[in-house]
């Protein structure tokens, strides 16, 4: 049986402050995937905490889990939690939503049932998608730079 998972990111910045931060998406993804890979660049120029939303189309054929490493030598991460997990259209599997689990759990951050009922990988109605909430306390006065790899598998 083929194992199809995917995990696109979209980056939104909800500083504390308003000094500019950057955010950078970068990752690859095969049609088949038994793992997929994203790494997210968070920067910010000032010392004040900042709170970052990450919005993720989740697509599997399968049970999975998101696990989630952060590192930075700049800026300590005091949270990372999902705020909201809703279906895209009719192809999503209706006990997806319901049944998707947002403890986290060391590494791993969400985890659930297959998603995804038919549809393709560009199908817009066949994905959850899901809110991540990243809040960052700079531990320097000027400059910090962090990076959150969120990498998704299949489970059994």
Do not use: C, Y
Request: net charge positive; no cysteine.
């Amino acid at each position: 049986m083929r194992q199809i998972f995917i995990l696109i990111a979209v980056v939104f910045l909800a500083p504390a402050s308003s000094a500019a931060q950057t955010a950078t998406l970068t990752g690859t993804v095969s049609e088949t995937v038994a793992l997929s890979v994203t790494r997210i660049t968070l920067s910010g120029d000032d010392a004040q905490p900042s709170v970052i939303r990450v919005p993720l189309l989740v697509r599997s054929n399968s049970s999975f889990k998101i696990s989630a490493v952060f590192e930075s030598q700049t800026a300590e991460l005091s949270g990372l939690s999902v705020v909201d997990v809703h279906a895209t259209g009719s192809l999503v599997s209706p006990q997806a939503v319901n049944t998707v689990d947002k403890r986290r759990e060391g590494d791993v951050v969400l985890r659930g049932p297959r998603i995804s009922l038919g549809g393709t990988l560009n199908s817009p109605n066949n994905a959850l998608q899901v809110t991540l909430l990243i809040r960052l306390k700079p531990q320097t006065l000027s400059g910090w730079t962090a990076h959150l790899t969120l990498a998704g598998s299949p489970t059994q």
